[in-house]
């Protein structure tokens, strides 16, 4: 058993925002190693993440974006269980970092069950016709498509995108360490993206 200093905790809670007792827990049953004490606390928030799923989300926020001088804007409405917690600097800092994602990101769905119809039968046809192209086999074309839609929802569903300001994690990845934080269940409810000039 490592001997767990506040020195590790304190840089375990900078790393992850989670709570002191969280950190030393993490960082006990992982024998003082900080990587693995992240992956735990990681684990842990999705583990909490999945217990509120059930939850009803009828409080939150609406936070607004807006970048090159007015040309670009974002609105997006975060729900969560509580006005307690909707009022808490760590929410407001998550529905405000949300919506500078959005306008930098330009996700089309929240996620992939959210994509128009429309979009994905394009993106099918588009990726069908490439891969013929190619001259790629008959039936090798639907698992090159399943491979390319895959793509698709990692680079333009909102969940399933790498955070803007950390890469190394998705917006998946940063939800779930708000709720780990906050102890409530949150919603990312919808968003809109409006760009001078675009359609």
Do not use: W
Not at 17 to 45: N, S
Not at 107 to 123: G, K, Y
Not at 129 to 145: H, R, S, V, Y
Not at 156 to 177: F, G, H
Request: with cysteine; glycine share 6%; charged share 30%.
């Amino acid at each position: 058993m490592a001997d767990i200093s506040a020195t590790m905790v304190k840089a375990l809670r900078e790393k992850s925002g989670a709570g002191i007792m969280d950190c030393k827990e993490a960082l006990a049953a992982c024998d003082g190693d900080m990587e693995k004490a992240i992956d735990f606390l990681r684990k842990k928030g999705l583990a909490t993440a999945a217990k509120r799923a059930g939850r009803a989300t009828s409080e939150g926020t609406i936070q607004s974006y807006i970048h090159l001088g007015g040309k670009l804007g974002v609105m997006v409405e975060v729900n969560c269980e509580t006005d307690f917690v909707a009022k808490t600097d760590a929410f407001i800092e998550f529905a405000k970092n949300l919506a500078m994602h959005i306008a930098a990101a330009n996700p089309v769905a929240i996620s992939p069950e959210a994509v128009p119809e429309a979009i994905l039968s394009r993106e099918k046809e588009i990726y069908r016709a490439q891969a013929l192209e190619t001259g790629k086999p008959e039936k090798m074309i639907d698992k090159i498509i399943e491979g390319k839609i895959s793509k698709f929802y990692k680079e333009n569903c909102l969940m399933n995108q790498a955070y803007v300001r950390d890469p190394d994690k998705t917006i998946s990845d940063y939800l779930n360490e708000v709720v780990a934080k906050t102890g409530e269940k949150i919603t990312i409810k919808r968003f809109a993206r409006f760009q001078v000039g675009a359609e």
